[in-house]
């Protein structure tokens, strides 16, 4: 996946503190492999990608009393 897609990928995500958070993540992954992980980090990449777009994630409820 390119850094253009994943960026496109990451605007898309409509809860933004999650977004930065999971910019945060990536950006030290791909530091830690010189801008460049292997594939199979890639694929983890895109699974998790993937379950945040197809909102499998809980999003945190927030009461107001």
């Given at each position: 996946m390119s850094s253009d897609e994943l960026e496109y990928r990451l605007e898309q995500i409509r809860d933004k503190k999650l977004a930065t958070e999971i910019r945060r993540f990536l950006l030290?992954?791909?530091l830690l492999f010189d801008g460049n992980p292997p594939p199979h980090i890639?694929?983890?990449?895109?699974?998790?990608m993937d379950l945040?777009?197809?909102?499998?994630?809980p999003v945190p409820v927030r009461l107001h009393f």
């Open positions: 030290n992954l791909f890639q694929n983890y990449i895109s699974e998790i945040i777009e197809s909102k499998k994630i």
